[in-house]
């Protein structure tokens, strides 16, 4: 079968966790001998980036086709909007066109001729920009892939300003993010609706989606390629002990959810751990792109921390780590660094906000979960001190990775439903697209 990827970014390996999950979709499907195409959608400086990539995508056998996009300039049309009172009011309030909020929306009739050209059977759809640009596109069947919830990153950023001192700017951008995530959260139920098929990677904002309009989403478990090969016979599963415990904290540094992680992380976790171990006696880590802000890159200005940036691939931070750990405290998506770490078998301590999207991690089976900055501290003492328990937790991560998120077992069920959309050839008909409401 002819089967397309639609992500509103490069492709490759081990870019974010995203990248991670769709690449292992992609590998599975050509194992399974379909033809696959991969449909990046792009700005021209993001098609730049993912000339890098080709490459890659060539080496497996895979088709590269960008739908390539010129930026929205929009700043005529809010302009004309707010000459007057009300149309300024109109615009803050979130009630003026939904694609000048939204302009993914503006490229469903590109991306239809697009995948017209393209003459594929069945799409997958991964994340709400790519499910925007889709939005009114019935040529084909589509695979709807939910991750985080498209409302959240708006209303974190809303909560982060509330705690800082408010002036009436302020108090008039705090308004206007409220009614940008509204008109997001309803936007994301339109395009999820429009599919013929959705799945979430997190198991709590799939029960969320089917609780506000999506009944038939499914929770599915993430796809992994498994990044070592081995089987847990064959892996060092041993406690690490290396002469000065290391702690590894990987990811993009510039979403709202893990600055906040790492805020936690200045302002108790590293304070008890000085206070357990020593102020020298351990070092924490730091591997993924970006900056932080200075008020919190001030807190973590200590001898325990290594800033590594970016490292690809990156199996020997994984696997000289004594502990991964993962300290985002707010319920977003399902953390794609939990189920890597698990296939390389690492010691995992995270925040228990994690375990929403992650049902399949256990404190004490195949984790350790705080509830706060002292818990976390607590718990990686606890791991670096009882080697045993080190070992039976490394070894049920593994087991936990090969059970539920390894390709070979996660991606069946995601290339079963773009199977069953071809096989029932029955593409969603509707009326021609109007923008979702407001």
């Not at 895979?62 to 300039?73: I, N, Q, S």
């Not at 008039?172 to 993010?177: P, W």
């Not at 796809?223 to 290396?242: M, V, Y």
């Not at 600055?259 to 108790?268: P, T």
């Amino acid at each position: 079968m002819k089967l397309g990827i639609i992500i509103a970014q490069p492709l490759s390996p081990h870019t974010n966790g995203s990248q991670a999950s769709c690449w292992a979709i992609l590998q599975h499907l050509i194992q399974q001998g379909h033809e696959v195409t991969v449909c990046s959608i792009l700005d021209q400086k993001g098609a730049e980036q993912a000339s890098k990539t080709v490459p890659l995508l060539d080496a497996v056998g895979a088709r590269f086709e960008p739908l390539v996009y010129k930026t929205a300039d929009v700043s005529q049309e809010i302009a004309a909007l707010t000459t007057s009172f009300s149309g300024k009011a109109r615009y803050l309030l979130g009630l003026a066109k939904t694609d000048i909020y939204i302009h993914w929306l503006r490229l469903h009739a590109a991306l239809e001729t697009h995948l017209r050209r393209l003459a594929l059977d069945a799409v997958l759809i991964y994340d709400f920009p790519s499910l925007a640009a889709a939005y009114g596109v019935h040529v084909v069947p589509k695979l709807a892939v939910a991750v985080d919830l498209w409302h959240l990153d708006i209303l974190s950023r809303s909560e982060v300003r509330v705690k800082q001192s408010l002036s009436l700017q302020k108090l008039k951008e705090l308004v206007q993010i409220r009614q940008l995530a509204n008109l997001h959260r309803n936007v994301m139920i339109q395009v999820l609706r429009d599919c013929e098929a959705q799945i979430d990677f997190a198991a709590h904002h799939a029960e969320w989606l089917r609780q506000h309009g999506v009944p038939s989403l499914e929770y599915l478990q993430t796809p992994i390629e498994d990044p070592i090969k081995a089987t847990a016979a064959s892996l060092d599963l041993n406690p690490r002990q290396n002469p000065k415990p290391r702690l590894l904290m990987i990811g993009n540094l510039t979403g709202v959810a893990t600055r906040l992680g790492f805020q936690l992380l200045g302002d108790s976790i590293l304070p008890e751990l000085e206070r357990a171990l020593g102020e020298d006696a351990f070092e924490i880590r730091v591997v993924g792109e970006g900056t932080l802000p200075a008020h919190i890159r001030r807190k973590l200005e200590r001898p325990a921390m290594k800033w590594v940036g970016r490292v690809d691939p990156p199996d020997a931070e994984f696997l000289g780590a004594d502990i991964v750990l993962v300290t985002t405290p707010v319920e977003i998506g399902m953390r794609v660094r939990i189920a890597v770490a698990f296939a390389y078998g690492c010691c995992v301590v995270a925040h228990v906000a994690n375990a929403a999207g992650i049902p399949e991690m256990k404190h004490d089976h195949n984790a350790l979960i705080g509830h706060n900055g002292q818990e976390l501290a607590a718990q990686i003492v606890r791991a670096l001190k009882d080697l045993s328990l080190q070992s039976t937790l490394r070894h049920n991560a593994r087991s936990t990775f090969e059970d539920y998120f390894k390709s070979d077992v996660a991606a069946i069920p995601i290339a079963n439903r773009l199977v069953e959309l071809v096989r029932n050839n029955t593409p969603v008909q509707k009326s021609p697209s109007d923008l979702p409401n407001a």
